[in-house]
């Protein structure tokens, strides 16, 4: 069933149907064939509800809005322009900005689709006027936003803590030497780039035209201040924090800096709304796909097949990084998590794993599998956000997924890059 | 065939204890099998409550707090004070209760439900960042509450800001301090380590988190004389089973959490201080009959009734 | 941008410069006579859903928050109303997401074909598209009769579980609607539509720089 399955839906999405068809019609190809007709679609579509009510998935469209506004308006303008006069003389000094924002951002936001738009839309017009190509910064973004899965907070990693009964704590802190190691290659491949392919850079600037950018970008540095602050302080939940950006912005470009009108503000929801519905019916169409795979306990058939018992410690590792990657190239990463850990459990607890690199490893596959093609809701939000093609959004993206893997294998093989934090913080 | 049993919580907490007691129980005495799907992995509680109507599911488990929307009465529940705090007589109630075991099935049947058994998941400890002793300790406290008329009501009787949160943001929000407090039974205080991001953790004896397991009603119905007994069977053993486990389970959840957290504190408040509440929770009551109407004003008095006659 | 090439037609995905959504506003239904007026009536309504349940989210997240700090009291509907938004967004923007052309689709096989191909692959994907929106349309529909007829209400809000689906059912209809549209344009028409309103064909004279 599950070969069927896969194989109508990689047909028709290579033949250029709208991508919500392939999920739709491999849901619908599972329902059929689960209850032998039609009589249980109504659970299909319950499911596709489930998949977009998430009360987390609000902060996407409010972060759309908000990101906006600012790119329409000037806030974002003013925002860059500051980054770029103390960065803008270094080889690949807008791409490393870019990619640190993203991380930031996601680290900070949650998540990862809105770290697309919130920072990829400002950034990626002012890196193609810099002369980077399109493909590489569309992937730059897209992978730079996953970083945000490994950075506190992480839903996937709470997720992953409570079924594997593992301290959320210190998953969140393992999380951060990996994705600080990923951010370090993207940032070391920025610049490699930037130097073959001669992207040009900008005249050194002065200190006196530096602190004129800072002046400039005085009222928009609020929205860091309203997001790091806002959320460390105890102020805003991530999607609260996502709202009062909204607002802010509405207050700097109707009101301080005038660049926008109320028409203005209507076209720009509307846009929002628009973009959020694109992408929204993809998740529900996957949320009802994932749920025809973990009713047919497809995973638990597959994984009983390969004997996972008699690996070592390396082995089960290896096996649930393919599993978990292969899992989220198709299925939303939460439903994966849910089905999978509980999978795997006994196999982990009898070779002794630890169970926060375990945690660690899976929320970097995760991570690597929301960016990767064919399925992935952050190539989606690029794709409708940014309006290019599919095959542009993922065509730089080879050399990142070549660096999430090696720093996967890494992780195998030197759990440090993980427990050395973990270790440090909680003295073990 | 081949049944399958969706729950709420994950495979070794409560429920899926009793999960997997019931499947040992129906495959060792019969050729059926039984698919578990612990919480999440078919969708949300009231997902899988749909699903079971929809016979998708054979079997599932939803805490009478959410089957509120579907059957307003179960939010009995969640007026404080109602169950004992005594473990003998509360699972006494369970077994003998009039309400329980002849009012609710008639109030699940109707809406295509066999309700095979309620049992109690533990005492609801509420934790906080500073102790609470008296409804005064709550004053500008926001405690994370469903979004429940009746909780959300108690809350506001015992002093405190409920907030409403959805569950996933809960973790991060007790630790950047968007919210205080939050409630929950012991083992899943433990489980979802919400000790990590609190200090103090308090027993007000206010209420035992109840869940209930149930058939679809068509598929139960056309089950032969012997697979109904199998079920019957599975079910008392299940819960007898359940029971047990709880003895000692609070404990054994007390001793987990001291174990990561040395200094975290542990309180039970004791008698005279919990008068407060008890007093301030009488709204509650009222809120609840107001809800519900003469049905469940009656259902009130049965559990009351019941409640007497398994008193020591 | 390349709109002066073909009147008040649409060209997809033209766009490199970010969010600047202009050409959305500029919707012509393509349908003759009181049809066509019809059809600009719901394109407007749907736009005006869009754009109200966006503002109406964030005033209602922001309120909230507001609540919680200066009155010391939260808003207990607020996520029950962002959830209803969300759906009206979504449900709402699908039909005008294919009015416009812009439902994501991965085209680099369909790019490659000779143009005769296309045009019978786009007839059939318009086609197929469309009947399972309207399959869609349809079980949407049993569903939302199923939780009329469990009487469930939303806790918090106290209305009906059933009436905030009510824009599912007809949002995949809209959509199949468009798509359907779409196939008969492209029946009836020389070039290669994507939508009623939208021609094929990326604008290449911007990327790549
Ligand atoms: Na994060
Ligand atoms: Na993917």
Known sequence: MALTIFSIMIVLLLLGFPMMIPLIVGAFVGFFMLFNGFDQMETMIQQMMAGIRPASLIAVPMFIFAADIMTRGQSAGRLIDMVMSFVGHMKGGLAVSTAAACTMFGAVSGSTQATVVAIGSPLRPRMLKAGYKDSFILALIVNSSDIAFLIPPSIGMIIYGVVSNTSIAELFIAGIGPGL????????????????????????????????????ALWPLGFPAIIIGGIYGGIFSPTEAAAACVLYALLLETVVFRSLNWHGVYETAKSTGLITAVVFILVGAGAAFSWVISFAQIPQTILGSIGIDEMGSIGVLFVISIAFFIGCMFVDPIVVILVLVPIFAPVVKSVGLDPVLVGTVITLQVAIGSATPPFGCDIFTAIAVFKRPYIEVVRGTPPFILMLLSVSVALIFFPQIALFLRDLAFAK | DTWRYAFEEAMDEVQGKYAQKFKEVIEANSDHEIQLFPYGTLGESADIMEQAQAGILQFVDQSPGFTGALIPEAQVFFVPYLLPDNEEELFEFFRTSK????????????????????FPEG??????????????????????????????????????TPTPLPWGEVYGALQTGIIQGQENPTFYILSNKLYEVSEHLTYIGHNNFTTAVMANQDFYQGLSDADKEVVQKATDEAFEYILEYQKGQTQASIDGIKEAKPDYTITVLEDEKRQPFRDAAAQVEEAFIEMTGDSGKGLLEQFKADLEAVKK | MTDANHGSQEQSNTDTTGLDDAPLTAYESSLP???????????????????????????????????????????????????????????????????????????????????????????????????FMFGLAWYALQYLMTQAGRGRVLPALQIPVWMPLVWVPIGFFMTGLQYFLTAVKNMIEKDIYLSTNVLEGYDDNEQEI
């Not at chain 2, 609801?124 to 429940?148: A, C, H, L």
């Open chain 1, 181 to 216: 190691l990923i951010l370090l290659l993207f940032s070391i491949y920025s610049v490699i780039y930037a130097i073959r392919h001669n992207v040009p850079t900008e005249e050194k600037t002065t200190w006196g035209q530096r602190a004129r950018a800072v002046q400039k």
């Open chain 2, 99 to 118: 309400a329980v075991n002849e009012m609710f099935p008639k109030l699940y049947a109707e809406q295509g439900l066999e309700l095979l058994t309620m």
């Open chain 2, 123 to 160: 005492e609801v400890g509420i934790t906080t960042q500073e102790p609470i002793s008296s409804p005064e300790d709550f004053d500008q406290v926001k405690v994370r509450v469903m979004t429940n008329p009746l909780l959300v009501e108690s809350y506001k009787a015992f002093g405190a």
């Open chain 3, 33 to 131: 006579g009181f049809l066509g007026t019809i059809d600009n009536g719901i394109s407007r309504i749907e736009s005006l859903m869009l754009a109200a349940g966006v503002l109406l989210m964030a005033a209602n997240t922001m309120s909230n928050v507001v609540g919680r700090f200066v009155f010391q009291s939260s808003i207990f509907f607020s996520e029950e109303l962002n959830r209803i938004l969300i759906i009206l967004i979504t449900f709402a923007g699908i039909s005008y997401a294919a009015r416009h052309g812009r439902h994501i689709r991965m085209s680099a096989i369909f790019d490659a074909m000779p143009p005769k191909l296309r045009k019978v692959m786009m007839i059939v994907i318009s086609l197929v598209t469309a009947v």
